[in-house]
C-alpha cells in the first residue's frame, strides 16, 4: 500500500502549488508522468487520487497519465474551468 503515501503526496503538492498560485478556476484535469519503478496501477492511482481529493478544490478532477521508465511521480500541468 505504499501508494496510499505517494498519492496523500501528490495531492498535497497539488494543493499548495493552487494555492502558491492564487488559482480561482477549478482544476478539471490533472496531467502527471508516472514513473513505472513506482509499481502504482492507474487503477489504484485514481482510487487513492479521488479519496484523497474529497472536500478539496480537485474533488471531480481526472487525472491524465503519462507512463514512462523511471522512479519519479511529475506533475505536468493542470487543466482548469
Do not use: C, Y
Not at 484535469?29 to 482510487?47: C, M, P, Q, V, Y
Not at 474529497?54 to 481526472?62: F, H, R, S
Request: charged share 30%; net charge negative.
Amino acid at each position: 500500500m505504499h501508494e496510499v503515501g505517494i498519492v496523500q503526496n501528490l495531492v498535497k503538492e497539488l494543493l499548495e502549488r493552487i494555492e502558491s498560485k492564487k488559482l480561482t478556476e477549478k482544476p478539471t484535469k490533472i496531467f502527471i508522468t508516472l514513473g513505472d519503478g513506482l509499481r502504482i496501477s492507474e487503477e489504484s492511482l485514481n482510487f487513492w487520487f479521488n479519496d484523497f481529493a474529497k472536500n478539496t478544490v480537485l474533488e471531480g478532477a481526472k487525472l491524465q497519465v503519462n507512463a514512462v521508465d523511471g522512479n519519479k511521480i511529475i506533475i505536468d500541468s493542470l487543466e482548469v474551468e
